[in-house]
Nanobody, 128 residues
Framework: QVQLAESGGGSVQAGGSLRLSCELHHEYICMGWFRQSPGKEREAVAIMLTTGEYTYYTEAVKGRFAVSRENAKNTLTLKMDNLKAEDTAIYYC????????????????????????WGQGTQVTVSS
């Protein structure tokens, strides 16, 4: 089973920043970050198509988080600024090889079942 490798989690005060990294080990088509907090379902935070022409952010993180890929290092990054207490969760890197066409552009779906490959998760804790 393919295992992605995340790093960069930790504890920070509200308003602070963290950068998460994920070693991909493969040229995936769709990549992204999910998070899960106790009692809640796993949700997509940021998703991107490998070409960069499509990105998705959940409404709660728009303007604060940025997903990107460093091709030379084959690494997926999530830059998180202005962190809030409600961002506290385990963050997972995910990847897959399936994308879709909506008639005008290629895109990735954002459900956990759309991604067959996962990292082990890294804890992000934001204190208020």
């Amino acid at each position: 089973q393919v295992q992605l490798a995340e790093s960069g989690g930790g504890s920070v005060q509200a308003g602070g920043s963290l950068r998460l990294s994920c070693e991909l080990h493969h040229e995936y088509i769709c990549m992204g970050w999910f998070r899960q907090s106790p009692g809640k379902e796993r949700e997509a935070v940021a998703i991107m198509l490998t070409t960069g022409e499509y990105t998705y952010y959940t409404e709660a993180v728009k303007g604060r988080f940025a997903v990107s890929r460093e091709n030379a290092k084959n690494t997926l990054t999530l830059k998180m600024d202005n962190l809030k207490a409600e961002d506290t969760a385990i963050y997972y890197c995910a990847a897959g090889e399936r994308y879709y066409w909506n008639g005008s552009m290629s895109y990735c779906r954002s459900g956990p079942t759309d991604f067959p490959y996962w990292g082990q998760g890294t804890q992000v804790t934001v204190s208020s």
